[in-house]
């Protein structure tokens, strides 16, 4: 089903006239819609068919095994076991190549349409795995943030459709960065999972169970523990579940996608994105990348999953005809270190790149990689690239959203989306 | 492709999950009608406390919060101490996985004190009768989906929940994952694990600390079994002090190179480990201000003896079982118990379950249940006595999997417990009561549902209200306001015009329909109320 802004506002009238049972957060959105219809207003609707798909790289990918210096002599000299040979590697350019399971993406960098942001980090980077998933999510640099950077973009997107899926997480928890002081994002782990059962003996479907059960979350104390997030939450479900199953229903993949969960959940966000469930951010999380023992089997496996799973989503996309209104843009919470370690991995690390791609995406390498031959203290490599840097160019020049006022300051641009 | 278990060796975040399966067939609901706007204002909350239950004397504390409730609404109801009646449904979701009718009556005979030393004095509990039902199972305690199991069921048969509780949270807290223990011949790795960290749960937080650095589980899963003499591995030493000890901000990465060389020596022989001093790295290490040919004992001394770890690990601690952002008076006295006790954690918890803080209103259903007490206080607070052998996915999709932490960090949710629960992991929790009540928990088979007819009869069940307050008194510690009861009944009593189905009969002749009487009970365990512990 196709959920036009027309539908959902006619769909949000019936529901007024009809006295139902709102929360505020949802009735605020059908005024909204209201007033948007009335006025036949144009600027709410602003880059609104644009959609950001975060990957995150939990753990901490070796970001020199995925971007290879292969012709910098330095990278073989420090990783004599886990390095990669030059005839391996996937040449992008006379100095830096893609690691071999990354193939699929040099496809997508020769159709013009992959960035490489290089040497990404941010001041005094931390080891840690977790302060520096808080920093990179929440953009606290004393890693004490709470409000993640997308949930501060999505919130008063939600509000202001009261659509469900203008957010979009994959997984059994919130990541972090769409965690939002006022609004929630649906979670969806996968799609038979996003629904209520109904109990045989209910003859009319569970529709009076569900009914006695909003009921009961509506009129729960406003004052009482997590009375916000228990009504948001309810409602978000009872409502999401259904868009979502009717969706899945009529979408048809264009590709057929890899096994496992990773590409399990790309398939999902495109499938919002394809049959216009109003997704302007979709999240998914492919995690395994700590790697301080034995690294190469493993980073090599994560490497194809990355890769094999992105081509398929991207083609799915161009295939509908919707490449043109997705950016999809990778981070992880740091890098390794330079010099792999007596175990066969790498210990932790910092500066690393990020993956950019979608056809509004301009190829090449932005930033510089950094210097294998200027370390910092800890054998570590020193950040040419603020990641807020990145965040700002996504926010600005393809959400339309205000990078001030989302992430708080002023931290430049790159060059892989043009000026709006 | 796919990577298996052994491979994707993640400290760190989210991995494959197991196929979504759905405990009951999946089907979707169609669009609900819409509920009419309910009249009600905030005045006409007042509590009611359930009756109907002998024994469990919910009564006279149910009055003192009628009054609460009266004079001055809800906001008095979180500041000041707890409703005795309350206190011991509260005392056992926290310190064990919530209770049924006998548990109850068992521990409000006690008295408060009494039920905490019971709790804490476990071996003078017997829990044969769980092994028994347990070693009936025969589980293959080397496959991870039945450890899984194994332990689920544990918390939910157990006599001694306390146990069994800070045995999950020491897991939570020195944290491995069947995903990186070696594979199939190191599964049993976790099991040894969970052994340890049960039988020394009130131990000190040294031996606690030099068990672990030795435990063979952790050897593999923090790469310590890798480190060597002339190249020590950073891994745990860093997460030694990071999340197991001190916390960010008490050390730096000169004391991770440091700790790592004098960690040197552990090694993997099997399902056991062995330390080998002459593998061990003898050169001069200097490690948060002291300086020496330290070795891992030295390491955890040093640690448990930092002035930040008692203050770390008790804030563990009470924002576990209490509240979360606890201030430094909350703590103080838990710091002090440390210290004066030796480190010892049995005299940590006897003053943390006696103090004020953890019987007051604002611990009071302070957190959201995680998906294990969740799943696990729903499955022991209705006696299920299946094989629940849909539990460890179903806890999975909830968003916890015991032995599988997503990270090394353990669980977020214990810490901030609101991140356990968002749309998905909530219709799966919903789920997961329809699943209890409609077909149990047994994979395959036919349907095993809820003997709803057996405890009306058993518990002389005459009314739709004695219904109510039943499950109410034991899954809501008897406590409801008066108009979400009213809903409750209109429910129990709405009629089904459809085609007549199965019935339920109360023991005043008077027959409901099952959906009904089933759904009633569903709400209860759906609603806001039951969400937090």
């Keep these: 089903m196709k959920l036009s802004r027309r539908a959902m506002i006619k769909d949000g009238l019936l529901v007024v006239s009809a006295g139902m049972v709102m929360p505020a957060i949802f009735s605020r959105g059908v005024a909204s819609a209201n007033v948007q219809a009335l006025e036949g207003s144009h600027s709410a609707q602003v880059a609104s068919d644009r959609t950001l798909i975060v990957v995150q790289m939990a753990g901490g990918n070796d970001g020199l095994n995925t971007v290879i210096p292969f012709a910098d002599p330095l990278y073989h000299q420090m990783r004599p076991t886990l390095g990669l040979a030059d005839a391996q590697v996937v040449h992008l350019d006379t100095r830096l190549g893609l690691h071999p399971n990354l193939a699929p993406l040099k496809q997508i960098w020769d159709a013009g349409h992959l960035a490489i942001v290089e040497g990404v980090g941010y001041p005094s980077q931390s080891l840690s795995h977790f302060q520096a998933m808080d920093i990179w999510q929440t953009l606290d640099l004393s890693g004490n943030g709470r409000e993640g950077w997308l949930g501060k973009l999505v919130s008063g997107l939600v509000d202001q459709d009261g659509h469900p899926f203008k957010a979009l997480d994959i997984g059994v928890q919130t990541a972090q960065a769409l965690s939002s002081i006022n609004a929630q994002v649906p979670t969806v782990s996968s799609v038979p999972a996003y629904s209520v059962y109904r109990d045989p003996a209910d003859r009319d479907g569970g529709n009076a169970r569900m009914q006695a059960l909003m009921n009961l979350y509506n009129s729960y104390p406003k004052t009482a523990p997590y009375a916000a997030l228990l009504d948001t939450t309810a409602l978000n479900a009872e409502e999401g579940s259904r868009q979502l199953h009717q969706t899945d229903a009529q979408y048809q993949p264009a590709v057929t996608y890899p096994t496992g969960p990773f590409a399990a959940g790309l398939k999902v966000l495109a499938e919002a994105i394809v049959q216009g469930l109003g997704l302007r951010v979709g999240y998914v999380t492919l995690g395994g990348f700590d790697t301080h023992a034995n690294q190469q089997q493993t980073h090599g496996a994560l490497m194809a999953m990355l890769a094999n799973g992105l081509s398929a989503f991207y083609t799915d996309l161009v295939k509908h005809g919707k490449a043109d209104n997705v950016v999809v843009m990778t981070w992880s919470e740091f890098g390794r270190r330079v010099e792999e370690n007596g175990s066969l991995g790498t210990d932790h690390g910092t500066a690393a790149p990020m993956f950019v791609l979608g056809n509004a995406v301009s190829k090449g390498i932005f930033g510089e990689p950094s210097s294998l031959s200027n370390l910092d203290s800890n054998g570590n490599l020193k950040y040419t690239v603020d990641f807020r840097s990145v965040y700002a160019t996504v926010l600005d020049r393809w959400m339309g959203a205000s990078s001030k006022d989302v992430l708080g300051g002023s931290f430049g641009s790159q060059n892989f989306l043009l000026q709006p | ?533």
Excluded at chain 2, 287 to 298: A, Q, R, S, V
Aim: cysteine-free.
């Design chain 2, 1 to 533: 492709m796919s990577i298996d278990p052994d491979m994707q060796d993640d400290p760190t975040q989210p991995r494959p999950r197991p196929a979504s399966q759905p405990a009951v067939p999946s089907s979707p609901l169609p669009p609900p009608r819409r509920a009419a706007k309910l009249q009600m204002s905030r005045r006409e909350f007042i509590g009611v406390s359930a009756i109907g239950l002998a024994g469990l004397g919910a009564a006279a504390g149910g009055a003192g919060l009628d009054q609460w409730w009266r004079h001055g609404g809800l906001g008095n109801l979180f500041h000041g101490p707890l409703a005795s009646s309350m206190q011991t449904g509260h005392l056992l979701r926290r310190a064990g996985f919530g209770a049924n009718p006998d548990d109850l009556t068992t521990y409000r005979s006690l008295g408060f004190n009494g039920a905490v030393e019971r709790l804490l004095n476990y071996q003078q509990t017997s829990d044969d009768d769980m092994e028994h039902r347990l070693n009936a199972l025969n589980l293959d305690l080397n496959r991870p989906q039945e450890q899984v199991r194994w332990w689920l069921l544990r918390m939910a048969w157990t006599q001694r929940p306390l146990l069994e509780k800070m045995t999950l949270f020491w897991h939570g807290v020195l944290t491995s994952s069947f995903r990186k223990v070696g594979g199939r011949p190191g599964f049993m790795r976790m099991i040894i694990q969970n052994q340890f960290l049960r039988s020394h749960a009130f131990d000190t937080f040294d031996n606690i600390l030099l068990g672990i650095t030795a435990d063979p589980a952790m050897l593999f899963y923090l790469d310590l079994a890798k480190s060597t003499r002339t190249a020590p591995n950073e891994n745990y030493a860093r997460e030694l002090m990071e999340l197991f000890s001190l916390g960010l901000g008490h050390y730096t990465q000169q004391d991770v190179t440091q700790a790592a060389a004098a960690l040197t020596g552990w090694h993997l022989r099997g399902l056991t480990s062995v330390y080998l001093p002459q593998t061990h790295n003898n050169l001069t290490k200097v490690f948060l201000g002291h300086t020496g040919n330290l070795n891992y004992k030295d390491v955890i001394n040093i640690l448990t003896n930092h002035p930040a770890a008692p203050w770390f690990l008790t804030r563990k601690l009470f924002t576990y079982f209490t509240y979360e952002n606890p201030s430094t008076d909350d703590l103080k006295p838990l710091v002090d118990a440390y210290v004066q006790s030796g480190h010892n954690m049995g005299t940590v918890m006897r003053t943390l379950l006696l103090s004020p803080q953890f019987s007051s209103a604002k611990a009071y259903q302070a957190r959201i249940k995680s998906p294990v007490e969740f799943a696990v206080g729903a499955y022991r607070a209705l006696n299920i006595h299946d094989d629940g052998s849909t539990l460890p996915s179903i806890t999975t999709l909830m968003g916890q999997t015991v032995f599988d932490p997503p990270s090394v960090a353990g669980w977020p949710g214990d810490k901030v417990s609101s991140l356990w629960l968002n749309s998905g992991t909530w219709m799966t929790r919903l789920n997961y009561i329809d699943a209890i009540l409609v077909r149990g928990l047994a994979r395959g088979g036919s349907p095993r549902p809820f003997d709803l007819q057996g405890i009306v009869n058993a518990q002389n069940l005459n009314s739709p209200e004695s219904f109510v307050d039943y499950f109410v008194s034991f899954l809501l510690d008897g406590h409801i306001d008066s108009a979400r009861r009213t809903q409750l009944l209109d429910y129990f009593t709405s009629r089904d015009t459809s085609a007549p189905g199965a019935h339920i009969t109360l023991t005043n002749g008077q027959s409901y329909p099952l959906s009904r009487v089933r759904g009633a009970l569903y709400l209860i365990m759906a609603s806001p109320e039951y969400q937090l512990n």
